[in-house]
């Protein structure tokens, strides 16, 4: 039964979306090939209901808005928008589909795949040729409309400097879901992360920022479903003002808006940044078979990359089915819209960009730096130029790898530093030249683009692939559970022959697997550029083997927060590491070493050794034999100017590294101050090395597959 049909009143084009003044609410909606628009309100006891239908029928600038006096917070309604069914000429429109606001700040349910979601009848021969006049309302979340209003009580974003910065990568509802000093009905939310429990995990591990995985509002993919899965990793957004539902204790009707501010508020009161993994390249609505719940059925010619040759199919370099056009001008401006509401409505602190290079695409190639329109705006932009940047400098399509080609405001994900540093403990030759360029934060990649070191991110595992745990325990992949029959993911653990699977550790692997998480550990946080953690890498977090668990919302996923001695003993390791971190300057630069004398210090700011104490020569960082190794960072290079001149302010490291199977006697460097090194760490030692000195010129004994720090304090006076 069609609804009554209400003319609104003419209303504003600008702010997109919908907005109440205190005695209605203006609405606004983009389509520039539309021919009608209208919005639809729905019963708020039984939203299925839709209770009235008002036209839009003033259109400013390819926007249709109108205003409807009397409408309260709490509304739920959605868009219709009629034009032409053409799929070949990009169109599909079709005033049958409701289609959810893209600037709501609140959704309300789900997308549900019984129902006609679908612009055209499903099993038709070119069944996206034809027309599906089924009403799907019922089938479709409803936007809500907000009130705005919220006490930050003078929140302080903790503005930490890049060099300074440690991001922990979590998933809101995976890292609190099994957190047994978290009440219930808070576990999985927003409320379960702001809670503090797991705010004095946090805290306690040491770092700085917490990066979560997408929680702007997502679908399931139907055939997930069809499985009896769900899109647990979030990177299928169909709304990127609001947040994700399933994540809030307070329900879907305005409640996540809140909850997550609350989340934001606590989280900078412990001095922890927020940054938010974002998917502007692609959105869930699938190829040109996917459903109508948003943009394809406002205007599929401007929010979508189509096929010049073909205007019926998407183009993508996601390998998600289709990829957001940001060379047309109102998806620029939403994803810009988008952006500046969670810095500043939201008071998050940065941003991580899923396939970033589909960002930068001029269809179909990359454009470098400050052509792309995208980083262009960003540049500019007086709030996104200050929150912290960082691009995922991949996608799948054609000339999609772009490393160290991002803008000067821009850090990446360093893969190089990923893939280097797992092959170098494992054992591989040739590996020497190249970690000489990681352990430096990759000077080789982002120096001469006038990027500093923080522009690495360095990582060894995250969210898509194998835990540390799993990356030294499996030879392969177990990714049955995925319902793709061990298809899916990439065989990415590099064969650590740490026992057979299924084997029950004996007392020798065991120690062997934790060997190589320290050690992998161990030089993560020694290495220049910004660290990151994968939540619960450092409790030995294991996935059973799936390096793919995208669609696993269950306990292959969720942190296990039962630690045996193994797991507590490694979380307090790590805790070592980065309290180490912060208590070294030299760990921390921000500007490129010179492997020269500073000022009139006698030291290097940056020197390599070979275990017998003499400088690695040039010749040697090619050889395939060198696979142990020492580098100096020198602490004097660290100086502040006083009334006296200048003086220095760091201690000296020395970190030797040794990925033989061989124990190796090391050498310490001689220099003309001071009288021993103290060893600060040690992955292979049974006991705490902890103020053991060593006269330079001394030697130290390294066991196989180790790693040793050691330390000079900075001369005095």
């Known amino acids: 039964m069609t609804p009554p049909l209400f003319r609104c009143q003419s209303g504003q084009p600008f702010p997109l979306g919908a907005t109440f003044d205190g005695g209605g609410v203006n ?15 729905f019963d708020a006891e039984d939203p299925s209901r839709e209770m009235a239908r008002h036209e839009l029928w003033e ?44 600037y709501a700040q609140a959704f309300a349910g789900e997308v549900d795949f019984r129902g006609p979601v679908f612009g055209y009848p499903l099993g038709a021969e070119d069944q996206d040729l034809a027309f599906d006049d089924r009403d799907d309302a019922a089938s479709i979340p409803k936007a809500v409309v907000l009130g705005g209003g919220f ?37 999985g939310t927003y409320a379960g992360l702001a809670h503090p429990a797991a705010i004095e995990h946090l805290q306690r591990l040491g770092v700085t920022a917490v990066d979560l995985l997408p929680v702007h509002e997502f679908i399931d993919d139907a055939f997930l479903i069809k499985r009896g899965l769900r899109n647990y990793w979030g990177y299928n957004t169909i709304g990127y003002f609001a947040p994700e539902q399933r994540y809030s204790s307070q329900g879907g009707r305005g409640g996540q808006v809140h909850e997550f501010k609350q989340m934001v508020k606590a989280l900078h009161g412990a001095g922890l940044e927020v940054i938010l993994d974002v998917v502007y390249n692609h959105t869930g609505e699938g190829n040109q078979l996917g459903p109508t719940i948003c943009f394809r059925g406002l205007d599929n010619l401007s929010y979508y990359h189509l096929s010049p040759e073909d205007l019926r199919y998407c183009m993508e370099s996601t390998g998600c089915g289709n990829s957001f056009n940001l060379g047309s001008l109102y998806t620029m401006r939403l994803v810009m819209d988008s952006l500046r509401y969670w810095a500043t409505e939201m008071h998050v602190d940065g941003f991580r960009f899923d396939l970033a290079t589909t960002l930068g695409r001029t269809w179909p190639d990359f454009s470098y730096k400050q052509w792309a329109t995208f980083f262009q705006a960003v540049h500019q932009d007086p709030v996104l130029s200050r929150v912290k940047l960082i691009a995922e400098p991949w996608d799948t399509g054609s000339g999609g790898y772009q490393l160290g080609n991002f803008p000067i405001l821009w850090s990446e994900w360093n893969d190089h530093y990923r893939d280097a540093i797992r092959r170098f403990w494992r054992g591989d030759q040739n590996l020497v030249g190249e970690m000489g360029y990681r352990l430096t934060g990759s000077p080789e990649v982002y120096q001469a683009s006038g990027r500093r070191p923080h522009a690495s ?72 550029g910004v660290p990151m953690l994968l939540a619960g890498d450092e409790m030995g977090r294991t996935q059973c083997g799936n390096n793919n668990a995208y669609c696993q919302d269950n306990e292959i996923s969720w942190v296990d927060w039962n630690l045996d001695e193994r797991k507590r003993a490694l979380l307090r390791f790590t805790q070592r590491l980065i309290a180490l971190r912060k208590e070294e300057g030299v760990l921390r630069r921000d500007r490129w070493f010179h492997g020269e004398q500073i000022w009139d210090s006698r030291l290097k700011d940056l020197a390599w ?13 090619q050889q395939p034999f060198v696979r142990s190794l020492g580098f100096l960072l020198g602490g004097d290079s660290l ?7 200048r003086r220095v302010v760091g201690n000296s490291l020395l970190v030797l590294l040794n990925a033989s199977d061989q124990a190796i006697p090391f050498t310490l460097p001689r220099i003309d101050w001071g009288e021993a090194w103290e060893t600060l760490l040690d992955t292979g030692a049974e006991r705490d090395p902890l103020r053991v000195r060593t006269p330079a010129g001394g030697k130290v004994m390294l066991k196989p597959r180790s790693l040793a720090v050691m330390r000079r304090p900075a001369p005095e006076g």
């Open 151 to 187: 006490d930050w009580d003078e929140d302080h974003r903790p503005e930490t400097d890049w060099s300074d910065t440690i991001i922990y990568e979590l998933h809101v509802k995976g890292f609190t879901m099994r957190h047994p000093a978290i009440p219930e009905p808070l576990r």
């Open 457 to 528: 991110i360095n990582f060894a595992t995250a969210h898509d692939g194998f835990t540390l745990h799993d990356l030294v325990s499996y030879s392969e992949k177990h990714n049955q559970e995925n319902g793709e029959e061990n298809r899916d993911g990439t065989n990415d653990n590099l064969s650590w022959n740490c026992g057979a699977e299924g084997e029950t550790d004996d007392r020798d692997i065991s120690r062997q697997r934790e060997l190589h998480k320290r050690n992998i550990l161990a030089t993560l946080f020694m290495s220049q």
């Open 609 to 621: 050794f070979h275990p017998d104490g003499a400088e690695l020569p040039a010749e040697d960082w």
């Open 59 to 102: 259109h400013t600038a390819h926007v249709f808005h109108g205003y409807i006096p009397g409408l309260k917070p709490g509304t739920l309604y959605g868009f219709r928008v009629d034009g032409p069914y053409a799929p070949g000429e990009g169109h599909r429109f079709n005033v049958n589909k409701l289609l959810v606001d893209p």
């Open 27 to 41: 609405f606004a909606v983009f389509s520039q090939w539309g021919t009608r628009a209208f919005i639809c309100l």
């Open 639 to 645: 100086v502040v100017p006083d009334q006296w001149g």
